[in-house]
């Protein structure tokens, strides 16, 4: 299964050009197809390189730790003394 750079960006909750600038970086893999031209390029994501760029993407902490975003999470458990 492939996916636009619109759909991962409905997906990952990201914009349409960070997407292209993430898949350009081959943060989603090697294996991105254009199916369009040169001129007018038509991307096709595979869904492996989106669970893949999800499972790089991961953060592990403690149970009890709230928060409400993933940038929250990660602020909090390097803040932690624990860690």
Do not use: W
Not at 14 to 38: H, P
């Amino acid at each position: 299964m492939h996916y636009t750079p619109a759909e991962v960006a409905l997906l990952l909750r990201l914009c349409t050009k960070t997407v292209i600038q993430k898949m350009k970086s081959k943060e989603f893999g090697e294996r991105i197809a254009n199916v369009g031209s040169e001129e007018r390029p038509d991307y096709r994501i595979p869904a492996e390189g989106i669970n893949a760029y999800l499972e790089r993407r991961k953060v592990f902490t403690e149970p009890g730790v709230a928060a409400r975003t993933t940038g929250e999470l990660r602020r909090k458990v390097a803040c932690s003394p624990d860690v």
